[in-house]
């Protein structure tokens, strides 16, 4: 989708938790034990800012998984891929 929408300008990155997330989605009867391993929702919100700002100016087709958002923005940024067009 990302190659074929290139042209037009429109960006498409895929954007994950990185594993069950605490939501409202969640059934009320899942044991305590199991709702304290999930991830909290804020997980998500780094990098939607970050996609939201000129450094992702361009940014299409990447998979990321907000887990692990820290190390993937590194990487993003040592292949320089960082700097804002213009």
Excluded: C, H
Excluded at 24 to 31: A, R, V, Y
Excluded at 46 to 73: C, D, H, M, Q
């Amino acid at each position: 989708m990302a190659e074929d929408l290139r042209p037009y300008g429109i960006a498409v990155n895929q954007l994950l938790p990185g594993g069950a997330t605490a939501t409202g989605m969640i059934p009320e009867e899942m044991p305590a034990e199991a709702r304290e391993r999930l991830l909290p929702a804020e997980i998500v919100g780094p990098p939607i800012v970050f996609l939201a700002s000129g450094e992702a100016a361009g940014l299409t087709g990447e998979r990321i998984v907000a887990k692990n958002f820290e190390s993937w923005l590194a990487r993003y940024r040592s292949r320089g891929a960082g700097t804002p067009p213009g």
